[in-house]
């Protein structure tokens, strides 16, 4: 079936540290793939996203790249800050176009 | 532009009594989306719209929630009656078109059942 598994949090970095993600699918075809990120307080917003193998997301310093060969789309950040604590969906668009989400990954930035 | 409207923002029920959720999408977004989130998971789909057919309420438990989006705009979730285990956070997204399109979310509808 389709899924999507996410390495469990809380992640907890200092300021400046890299941060890395790990998510990975099951899909039907060739899905979309997301990252989605909840600050505090607030609703689910897309962080970015790539439509197709090899393709890159990017945003707000944030990366990720959709890898057909290990089914993967980790998200990194080569220096985290403190506004960057949320936490981060990972999620694809697998068969019938439904949007399928990982558990999330509670990230704390410490000063 | 506004985007996706919920409410209520929180709502506490008493079990076996009936709740409803309403959500206004994004203007123009023909896809909407009801999740459900638990505490500490990622939002697992409901159901989806696309106008005002739904083309996929396979996790849609039929016995006690329903919802309708009539004449393709705005959508209700109904809960009735509702359990303990219900208690959650039920969330509305929309999108311009299915699949590779961004989903826009509301701030959700946290439900207590006590």
């Known amino acids: 079936g389709n899924s999507v598994t996410q390495m469990e949090g809380p992640v907890t970095l200092s300021e400046e540290a890299f941060l890395t993600i790990n998510c990975t699918y099951t899909a039907t075809g060739y899905p979309s793939l997301f990252w989605y990120v909840q600050y505090p307080g607030e609703g689910l917003q897309l962080l970015l996203k790539a439509t197709k193998a090899d393709d890159k997301g990017s945003n707000k310093g944030f990366e990720a790249t959709y890898r057909k060969e290990t089914t993967s789309f980790h998200l990194e950040k080569g220096s985290v800050q403190v506004s960057d604590s949320a936490v981060y969906f990972c999620?694809?668009?697998?068969?019938?176009?439904?949007?399928?989400f990982g558990i999330g990954t509670k990230l704390q930035v410490i000063p | 532009e506004a985007g996706v409207v919920q409410s209520p923002r929180y709502k506490i029920i008493e079990k076996k009594q009936p709740v409803a959720f309403w959500c206004n999408p994004i203007?123009?977004?023909?896809?909407l989306y009801w999740y459900r989130q638990n505490l500490g998971q990622g939002p697992e789909l409901l159901i989806r719209y696309e106008n005002e057919e739904a083309v996929d309420d396979s996790q849609l438990p039929k016995d006690r929630f329903s919802a309708e989006r009539l004449k393709g705009v705005d959508s209700t979730l109904k809960i009735q009656p509702a359990e303990l285990g219900d208690s959650a956070v039920y969330l509305c997204?929309?999108?311009?078109?299915?699949?590779?399109?961004?989903?826009?979310f509301g701030q959700g509808t946290r439900l207590t059942v006590v």
């Open positions: 999620a694809h668009s697998g068969g019938y176009q439904k949007v399928t």
């Open positions: 997204a929309s999108s311009l078109d299915r699949g590779d399109t961004e989903a826009f």
């Open positions: 203007s123009g977004h023909n896809t």
